[in-house]
DNA sequence: TAGATTGTTAATCGATTAACAATC
DNA sequence: TAGATTGTTAATCGATTAACAATC
C-alpha cells in the first residue's frame, strides 16, 4: 500500500519541475529540489522510485521525464470528468481555477438548489438545477463529485452521488461522509488548519507575556 | 513541543461535543467519540489531556467543560483580527463563513488591486484597494493576513504582511512563501489533495481492468 | 580517475495502538 | 462491590533520515 503522504509530495515536486522545464532546464537531482521544496533528499529518491522513473548517477533525473512520470504515476493524463453541488462562493471560486484539468479532473456542470444561481455560467461552466443532478450524472461518464454546501446537506449530497455511481468525492465541509469502502473521498477542512494558526499564534502572545 | 497532527484532531471533537452540548447530553467519554471520529479512543484521552482538562472515571468528560477546555487550549476564545488580500470567489467564500469567529478569527477587511472589486461589502466585509493595506495594518492590530491572491503575487502579499507585523498567515495559494521562523504559516494546497483522489481512481480503474 | 548522484538498506524518530493499574 | 472509564506506560507501527555501495 503506497502512503497518501509521498502522494501529496508529488503535487509539489512536479510544479517546480514544471517551472525548471520552462526555464529550459534539462536536468535536475533530489538535491536541487530538496533545496526547493525543503524535503530531505531521501525521501525525494523513495518517492520519485514510487513512479518507477530510473534516474542517471551524476546527472540526477531528465526534466521531461520526470514530469511525464509524475502525471502518469499520479493519473493526471487521463481527466475525470466532475459534477460540483453547491454553486455559492466557494463553489464558484473552484469553477474558476482553470488548471485543474492539468491535475486530471475536469468540472463538466454544477448544480444548486438555489433559483437565482440556476442558469449562472461561470468559466464555461453552468449551473443547474438539482433535481437534474441524479438523472445527468447516470448518462454522462461522470467519476467524482465536488460538495461544496453546507455542512448539513452534505452526507445527503454524498448519498445521492454514491447511489449514481460517483467513485470519488472532494469534500469540502467538515463533515465526516460515510460511504462505502470502494468509494475514496477527500476532504478540506479549514477548520482544521484554523485550529493550527490559533493555537500557535497565542502561544506567541502567551510568550511575550511572560517576558 | 505538541504535535500539529493532535492539534488538527481537536476541532473535530470540538463539533462533535457541541453537537452533544446542542442536543442536552451532559457526559461523553473517549469510546464515545472514538465510534463518532474514528480515532482511536487511546489518541482521544491524549489529546484530552493536552487541553489538561481531567475526566471523571466511570463517567467520563462533562461536555460543558470540554468545550471550555478546547476552546481555550486553541485559543478560540480571544479573536484574531485578521486582513484579507484577493477578493476573488475564493477570498469572497471565506468571507462567508461567518462561523470563523468561533474558531477564534474574525476578517475585518479584504483588500484588492481590481478596481471593480473594490467597495464591494459581503457580509459586512469592505474591499479596499490594496494600497491602503500597509497602513491600515499598521494602525490596526491584526494579527492574521490570509492571502487568495492567485499564486504569482503571494509572495509579494507575503513579504508586505510580515513587514507590517503580521504574526500569522493562512496561505491558499499552491506557493511555498518564505518567511521568518516566527511568523505561522498554515498553506491550503488543493492540488495535493486532487492528487490523491486522481491517483487513487486511476488505481479502481486499472484494477478493473485488469478483471 | 574523481566526484556527484542514484537507489537501497539500516537506524532513528515520532505517532499510533495496546495493555493495565487506578478510580469512582 | 462490580464494572466502565480514566490516564499512563509500554509496544508497535510507519514515516523520515542516515549511511553507503553502485554508477556514470
Redesign the pocket.
Known amino acids: 500500500m503506497v ?4 502522494i501529496r509530495r508529488l503535487p509539489l515536486y512536479y510544479r517546480h519541475i514544471l517551472k525548471m522545464q520552462k526555464d529550459g532546464i534539462q536536468y535536475t ?3 536541487i529540489l530538496s533545496e526547493l521544496t525543503g ?5 525525494i ?2 518517492d ?2 514510487l513512479t518507477g ?9 531528465c526534466v521531461n521525464a520526470l514530469i511525464k512520470a509524475i502525471a502518469e504515476y499520479l493519473n493526471w493524463n487521463d481527466i475525470s470528468s466532475a459534477f460540483l453541488v453547491g454553486a455559492g462562493n466557494l463553489g464558484k471560486a473552484l469553477m474558476n481555477f482553470d488548471s485543474f484539468e492539468k491535475s486530471g479532473m475536469k468540472i463538466i456542470s454544477a448544480f444548486d438548489v438555489n433559483v437565482h444561481e440556476i442558469g449562472v455560467v461561470i468559466n464555461d461552466i453552468e449551473v443547474l438545477p438539482m433535481d437534474k443532478f441524479s438523472d445527468l450524472i447516470k448518462r454522462m461518464h461522470i467519476n467524482i463529485g465536488i460538495i461544496t454546501t453546507p455542512p448539513e446537506v452534505a452526507q445527503e449530497i454524498a448519498d445521492i452521488m454514491v447511489a449514481a455511481g460517483i467513485k470519488g468525492i472532494w469534500n469540502f465541509t467538515y463533515t465526516q461522509l460515510e460511504v462505502p469502502d470502494d468509494i475514496v473521498v477527500e476532504s478540506v477542512d479549514l477548520y482544521r488548519g484554523l485550529g493550527v494558526l490559533s493555537m500557535r499564534l497565542g502561544n506567541i502572545d502567551n510568550l511575550s507575556d511572560e517576558e
Not at 3 to 6: E, L
Not at 53 to 61: E, F, I, K
Open positions: 502512503r497518501n503522504s509521498a537531482s533530489a538535491r524535503v530531505h533528499k531521501t525521501q529518491r523513495k520519485i522510485a522513473l530510473v534516474g542517471v548517477p551524476r546527472r540526477g533525473h
